[in-house]
């Protein structure tokens, strides 16, 4: 009698910037011995719209946001891992056609988009470079002219196709615990 192989699944944590995404994969990951990807880390300047405004008139088609190193780096872990998740940051869940593919889970962090707002310009705060208040002084700007309508309207689309939403401010290691016991539940009603 052969073994069973388990294939490595795909979970997605998404939401908008500021959620607390990078900081539950990050502990969830560890508390399971498995690898992760942040979706921060393979973009570049071709990454979004050029113009975010035209882009959010136009309904935030989020099929135009590209990342082709995250898909191959993605494509890679997956094919080498032994774990039983990937865990990846992907703030567009399934929404975006040039990844769904690989995704099997999608856990959507819909926390209230003022605490998120806090969470950016906290962050920034706490990781001073040479143009700290400049940087933070541009975010609000955007953030009233464009991000919180995206925000939303990406949180709605991702909403529609998640298959656990983690709603409300939790402590992290609540967080944490929601999901990998979720994950657990998922697992055994796959045996």
């Given at each position: 009698?052969?073994?069973?192989?388990?294939?490595?699944?795909?979970?997605?944590?998404?939401?908008?910037?500021?959620?607390?995404?990078?900081?539950?994969?990050?502990?969830?990951?560890?508390?399971?011995?498995?690898?992760?990807?942040?979706?921060?880390d393979?973009?570049?300047?071709?990454?979004?719209?050029?113009?975010?405004?035209?882009?959010?008139?136009?309904g935030?088609?989020?099929?135009?946001i590209?990342?082709p190193?995250?898909?191959?780096?993605?494509?890679?872990?997956?094919?080498?891992s032994?774990?039983?998740y990937?865990?990846?940051e992907?703030?567009?869940?399934r929404?975006?056609?040039?990844?769904?593919?690989?995704?099997?889970?999608?856990?959507?962090l819909?926390?209230?988009?003022?605490?998120c707002?806090?969470?950016?310009?906290?962050?920034?705060?706490?990781?001073p470079?040479?143009?700290s208040?400049?940087?933070?002084s541009?975010?609000?700007?955007?953030?009233?002219?464009?991000?919180?309508a995206?925000?939303?309207?990406?949180v709605?689309?991702?909403?529609?196709?998640?298959?656990?939403?983690?709603?409300?401010?939790l402590?992290?290691?609540?967080?944490?615990?929601?999901?990998?016991?979720?994950?657990?539940?998922?697992?055994i009603?796959?045996s």
């Open positions: 009698m052969g073994l069973l192989m388990v294939k490595t699944q795909v979970i997605a944590i998404s939401g908008a910037s500021g959620c607390g995404k990078t900081s539950l994969i990050k502990i969830v990951s560890d508390k399971l011995s498995c690898p992760y990807l942040l979706f921060d393979y973009t570049d300047a071709h990454t979004y719209p050029d113009d975010m405004n035209a882009w959010l008139k136009a935030v088609n989020l099929n135009e590209k990342t190193a995250f898909i191959g780096a993605l494509e890679t872990i997956t094919l080498s032994n774990a039983p990937v865990f990846i992907e703030p567009f869940g929404c975006r056609a040039e990844i769904s593919k690989y995704i099997d889970y999608v856990i959507l819909d926390v209230p988009l003022e605490v707002l806090s969470r950016v310009i906290t962050r920034n705060i706490n990781t470079h040479i143009d208040l400049n940087a933070i541009k975010y609000l700007c955007a953030y009233d002219n464009h991000l919180h995206i925000y939303s309207n990406v709605e689309q991702v909403r529609q196709t998640c298959d656990l939403t983690v709603t409300g401010v402590p992290l290691s609540k967080s944490a615990d929601l999901v990998e016991s979720w994950l657990v539940k998922v697992r009603s796959q």
